[in-house]
T-cell receptor, first 115, second 112 residues
Framework: GAVVSQHPSWVICKSGTSVKIECRSL??????MFWYRQFPKQSLMLMAT?????????EQGVEKDKFLINHASLTLSTLTVTSAHPEDSSFYIC???????????FGPGTRLTVT | GQNIDQPTEMTATEGAIVQINCTYQ??????LFWYQQHAGEAPTFLSY????GLEEKGRFSSFLSRSKGYSYLLLKELQMKDSASYLC?????????????FGRGTQLTVWP
């Protein structure tokens, strides 16, 4: 089946620093990747959608200058949280899909803690 | 906006049957998904409905009524490992990118 990986699985950083999270589709080409954020006991909130080779589309209320998304290839998308603050601490999950399938394949998630 | 509603919590006994309901009001409809999510892990795909009716897959079944904006996930022969959060998600019409809107999730606890 389709496998999506994320790296790192968890990260602790100091306030004001930047953190990069990678999302890779391991055995398929992902034309579209999605980035979600999930706070404890809440559902997944879509942050942005990215197509390979084009700029990401951000959801309302998500700061594009703070959450930088790059989808440079059909197997890799990155999310960079710039100048992180404690309120950015959350579970970040990516998903990927191909043009042919209706299903989104989720990565295992990255737990970010900003101290 | 998109509104997807499901109960916050449910409990059931091992071996029993449980039905988790989901109602939605969205601008267009192009499919409904159910995902299972264990604590601290990513969601895993359970089922997909785009036409009215019941889809059965082993112990799990999912039903859709588009006219009522309603779906349910039916879990039979419950096992302890089924304790998890179950997420209902709707893909809206006209989105070639396949964006999904998620409900808050239903936390299911299965007791021995």
């Amino acid at each position: 089946g389709a496998v999506v990986s994320q790296h790192p699985s968890w990260v602790i950083c100091k306030s004001g620093t930047s953190v990069k999270i990678e999302c890779r589709s391991l055995d398929f080409q992902a034309t579209t990747m999605f980035w979600y954020r999930q706070f404890p006991k809440q559902s997944l909130m879509l942050m942005a959608t990215s197509n390979e080779g084009s700029k990401a589309t951000y959801e309302q209320g998500v700061e594009k200058d703070k959450f930088l998304i790059n989808h440079a290839s059909l197997t890799l998308s990155t999310l960079t949280v710039t100048s992180a603050h404690p309120e950015d601490s959350s579970f970040y999950i990516c998903s990927a899909r191909t043009r042919k399938t209706y299903e989104q394949y989720f990565g295992p998630g990255t737990r970010l803690t900003v101290t | 906006g998109q509104n997807i509603d499901q109960p916050t919590e449910m409990t059931a006994t091992e071996g029993a049957i449980v039905q988790i309901n989901c109602t939605y009001q969205t601008s267009g409809f192009n499919g409904l998904f159910w995902y299972q999510q264990h604590a601290g892990e990513a969601p895993t795909f359970l089922s997909y409905n785009v036409l009215d009716g019941l889809e059965e897959k082993g112990r799990f079944s999912s039903f859709l009524s588009r006219s009522k904006g309603y779906s349910y996930l039916l879990l039979k022969e419950l096992q302890m490992k089924d304790s998890a959060s179950y997420l209902c998600a709707v893909r809206t019409e006209g989105s070639t990118l396949g964006r999904l809107y998620f409900g808050r999730g239903t936390q299911l606890t299965v007791w021995p």
